[in-house]
């Protein structure tokens, strides 16, 4: 449950335009540690709040392929193969613990 809360703090500190704090720290401390680019870092924040492919496309002004090949490279780059366990991976990154 404690996790849904999270998400949902994050989506609202998103709305709002707040400071993310942790959140934001933890998605630079996992594009630090797996060498992702601006882009994908941004595509890594909307993946763990539940956005899909479509949605990204549409919202970054990119296009469905674009968005699927760096969903591959997060997904190649952090040793991944399915959405959950890029958020059990992130988990881990926010929470300090060894990873990749």
Known sequence: MAVLVDLDAAFCSLVR?????????????????FSLTPR????????????????????LYLSKS??????????????????QQLIDLAHGVREGESGK
Not at 66 to 83: E, L, N, P, Q
Request: aromatic share 4%; proline share 2%.
């Open 40 to 59: 994908e870092e941004e595509i890594l924040g909307m993946l763990l709040l539940g956005r899909s492919g479509p949605y990204i496309s549409e919202d």
């Open 66 to 83: 674009t968005v699927k090949t760096h969903i591959r490279h997060i997904y190649d780059k952090t040793g991944v193969s399915s959405r």
């Open 17 to 33: 335009g707040d400071d993310l704090g942790g959140i934001e720290g933890g998605l630079r401390k996992a594009a630090e540690r």
